[in-house]
């Protein structure tokens, strides 16, 4: 029993390593181009024409990982409010390799716009919905 246990788990781990070195990885870091500031939570998208194949986002630090991506060639598209969207086209995967690369993002400063900010105020009259008995008829 302790045998047939042990020869599973070692398949298993050797199954996941063949299928891992047939795989390559892609990682990296998001920056906000002018500041070189990271850029957390950034949303980063694999796609192959207009396929989605992966999606990550960056962690509070602006770092990315992907795993298990098969062997090809992709377009990445990369996101974040209040910035302009990068689309790096023909990122090269290669199997058991890590490809690292790095994005900076350029902010969009007119991107906010105005907020006018007003007083709540207290209506002159009151309209009152509610009836005295009778029911909840409404006209």
């Not at 050797?14 to 299928?19: M, Q, R």
């Not at 770092?63 to 910035?83: L, Q």
């Not at 990122?91 to 890590?98: L, M, N, Q, S």
Request: hydrophobic letters at 35%.
């Amino acid at each position: 029993m302790k045998r047939t246990t042990i020869l599973l788990i070692v398949f298993f781990v050797t199954l996941t390593s063949i299928t891992n070195a047939q795989c390559g990885w892609l990682k990296g870091f998001v920056s906000n181009k002018e500041t070189e500031e990271s850029i957390p939570f950034a949303y980063i998208v694999l796609l192959q024409g207009s396929s989605i194949i992966k999606a990550t986002s960056c962690s509070y630090e602006g770092h990315y990982t992907m795993k298990s991506i098969v062997p090809e060639k992709y377009d990445m598209r990369i996101s974040s409010p209040g910035f302009q969207s990068v689309l790096v086209k023909g990122v090269p995967i290669v199997k058991g390799r890590i490809e690292f690369l790095d994005i900076q993002m350029k902010p969009l400063n007119d991107s906010l716009k105005k907020i006018e900010v007003t007083k709540y105020m207290i209506p002159l009259i009151y309209l009152d919905t509610s009836r005295s008995g009778g029911g909840s008829k409404r006209n």
